[in-house]
DNA sequence: ACAAGTACTTACCCTAAAGTATGTATTATG
DNA sequence: CATAATACATACTTTAGGGTAAGTACTTGT
């Protein structure tokens, strides 16, 4: 009979490390691959709906507003809308997601150093 | 008949989102919800395969040693082993993966900030 | 002889995320 | 009356990522 190899219990886990590691809590926040990408075209200067999906074109429009609404729903971003017709929706930065800028920045001059081959 | 909408061509959109958006670029790399927190980790120091996995126990083998081959792959970490028995494999940041360590500072920095209701 | 520790690997499954393709409300304009 | 523009919504499918569970190789310790 071989030793039954203990399961981990992954889900406790997660909330621990949610607890302990910084770096883990601001990924449950924009973890993933798009919302540092809005949030880097909504520090330059709310959009409005249009104008971010311009800004990205690889984006889907179901994957965009998706996030728009998690964002808006995390309290990073603050959508605005005028009630005319045709809509003018406008998204920008709260207060803690301006405070995102540092990282965003951050990400934006590493990734430009990167490709001038500094790091090599 | 209706006019049919103009599929967009996401695959060459992304391309143009590479050359043109820094953080984009950041995302192919270091996108999705692991890969910073295991370089949080080894920004505060090498660490060997059995230590990172007990720095982030939410994490499982399979998908701990995965990242970690593709942040090998990518020039972010460094992988060096010691040819004894049992096995001592240590990983490092690389010059390009500390010069990441900025970016995952603003996080932690973020996160703490967030939690002690700084942005509210 | 067998367990224990290290650093993996592999096969299989499952779900959440992403992509495709369309539809909708409203009003101004030709 | 059809069209265009904006900001979405929604049904459906596909894919990639992640999770579970187990196996492997080699040696030291009991």
Redesign the interface.
């Known amino acids: 009979m071989t030793a039954v190899k203990k399961a ?1 219990t ?1 889900q406790e ?2 909330q ?2 949610l607890d302990l ?7 449950e926040k924009i ?4 919302k ?2 809005i949030l ?2 909504l520090s330059k200067q709310s959009k409005r709906y249009s104008e971010v999906k311009r800004a ?3 984006i ?1 429009e179901k994957v965009l507003i998706q996030h728009l609404k998690q964002l808006e729903e995390d ?1 990073l971003v603050i959508r605005e809308s005028k009630p005319v017709v045709p809509p003018f929706v406008t998204y920008s930065l ?3 997601g301006k ?2 800028i ?3 920045n ?10 001038q081959g ?3």
């Open positions: 981990s992954i886990n997660k621990i490390a590691c910084p770096v883990t809590y601001v990924m973890g993933g691959y798009w540092p990408i880097y075209h990205i074109p690889a889907t309290g709260s207060t803690a405070g995102l540092p990282v965003i951050a990400m934006a001059k590493w990734a430009i150093k990167e490709r500094a790091f090599m």
